[in-house]
């Protein structure tokens, strides 16, 4: 399989439009939001990754049970793709963004922590990396692109 995250960047956050195809049909098999941080020259823990192609692969962890593993990104380690609202916000409840550098899923984008300050949040996010799970179980090829 092979997926294509589309950027859009903003302010705060990096938006995204997430396709993943069949690798021998061509047929789209799912489609769902992104979410990340912001682009900080590839930081560790504040910024999102690079532009490139990547290998995504399936692993488990305490934390997050099982999830996608963004492989090979130069300076980086343990970019995962998992479930989770905030990035350029932070959660009410830790007082901090969901991620340090990971990619979260979900359905719509929307303002959960009712802040009215201009940053969304990532919505359906559970449900929508379960699906992903059940589509991709054992990952597949990322391009992420403008």
């Known amino acids: 399989?092979?997926?294509?995250?589309?950027?859009?960047?903003?302010?705060?956050?990096?938006?995204?439009?997430?396709?993943?195809?069949?690798?021998?049909?061509?047929?789209?098999?799912?489609?769902?939001?992104?979410?990340?941080?912001?682009?900080?020259?590839?930081?560790?823990n504040i910024s999102c990754i690079p532009e490139g192609t990547y290998d995504v692969i399936a692993r488990t962890s305490k934390k997050y049970g099982k999830h996608l593993h963004v492989t090979d990104v130069e300076g980086r380690g343990k970019i995962l793709i998992h479930w989770g609202n905030f990035a350029g916000s932070d959660n009410p409840r830790s007082g901090h963004p969901d991620i340090r550098g990971c990619i979260l899923v979900g359905k719509s984008y929307g303002d959960i922590n009712k802040k009215k300050d201009g940053i969304d949040e990532i919505l359906t996010s559970k449900p929508t990396f379960n699906a992903?799970?059940?589509?991709?179980?054992?990952?597949?090829?990322?391009?992420?692109?403008?």
Request: net charge negative; charged share 35%; aromatic share 10%.
């Open 132 to 146: 992903l799970m059940e589509v991709a179980p054992d990952g597949f090829v990322l391009e992420v692109t403008q």
């Open 1 to 44: 399989m092979r997926a294509k995250i589309c950027r859009r960047y903003e302010e705060d956050q990096v938006k995204g439009d997430f396709e993943l195809y069949d690798t021998e049909t061509e047929e789209l098999e799912f489609v769902c939001k992104t979410l990340e941080l912001g682009w900080l020259d590839n930081e560790t």
